[in-house]
């Protein structure tokens, strides 16, 4: 499909954006964790089942042997977001989450940007556990609560333009509006077509609904939702042919992929 690689989207209500960097130093510690001991360790498989969602075992259906059992069951609905099964899986979510992720956070503030990821990371296990209620293979990744992200994004900035790798090669600047409802609509359809597949598209839809939800009254006061304030560039000043020149200075624009 495509990668993104940039957007010309400038934090507006926050220096840093401390959480959505947190969130990615902490995936890629724990991928390193795992992902050194190798996939098929008994270290990696132990992790992946202790604290992967796994619908049968959060149902009833089946029991986790207690030696596996690393946190309690509902806790899972969070923590199978920090696995990754390998550096492709990883690295595909937290470019999103790097692109996309701070500008959310600019428009929520940091304690409820946080909440909104682990809620959006909890609605998409929750929609795959749904869909695949006996399923016995754990949820892992961070793709849920991206997807979140990325709902939010289009409905706080679907104009701002974007950087995108098209087909892996083509690098092209577009609206944010084109590429993400190709994406999100694309989502929709392999929920259809491929439910039993590797990927579970069921956490990507799950996350996609929260975000758009909760981003209507988790954001900011005052914050806009789709860019309905055209903002003109910094330092524009209009001078009017007044015996006394009267100046005005515009503000600046508002600053800035599961298994």
């Known amino acids: 499909m495509f990668i993104p ?5 400038d ?13 990615i130093v902490i995936n890629v510690l724990v991928w390193l964790v795992t992902g050194l001991a190798g996939d098929d360790s008994e270290f990696t498989n132990a992790a992946y089942l202790g604290l992967g969602f796994i619908p049968s075992v959060v149902n009833d ?10 946190v309690p069951e509902d806790a899972t609905y969070i923590t199978y977001s920090f696995l990754h099964g390998n550096l492709l899986h990883l690295g ?14 600019d428009a929520m503030g940091h304690i409820r940007f946080l909440i909104f990821y682990f809620l959006c990371a909890a609605a998409g296990a929750f929609v795959h556990g749904l869909l695949l209620p006996d399923s016995q293979g754990p949820l892992i990744g961070a793709s849920g609560a ?9 409905m706080l900035h679907p104009r701002v333009r974007v950087w995108v790798l098209v087909l892996g ?4 600047p577009l609206p944010a509006f084109i590429p993400l ?3 999100v609509g694309f989502q929709f359809v392999m929920v259809v077509t491929d439910l039993g597949g590797e990927i579970s598209w069921g956490a990507h839809i799950g996350g996609i609904i929260a975000g758009a939800i909760l981003v209507l009254f988790m954001r900011r006061s005052g914050v806009p939702l789709f860019d309905r304030t055209i903002e003109t560039p910094k330092a524009v000043i209009h001078e009017s042919p007044q015996t006394e020149p009267q100046k005005t200075a515009t503000r600046a624009a508002p600053p800035k992929w599961g298994r």
Do not use: C
Request: without cysteine.
């Open 169 to 172: 090669r083509i690098p092209l």
């Open 11 to 23: 934090l507006k209500h926050i220096r840093l954006q401390w959480v959505t960097w947190s969130l």
């Open 61 to 70: 259906i089946v029991e986790l042997p207690a030696s596996l059992v690393l």
């Open 181 to 183: 409802l190709f994406w």
């Open 92 to 105: 595909s979510n937290m470019i999103f989450l790097w692109v996309f992720g701070d500008n959310v956070e």
């Open 5 to 9: 690689l940039h957007d010309s989207n």
């Open 146 to 154: 991206v997807a979140g992200i990325v709902a939010a994004y289009l």
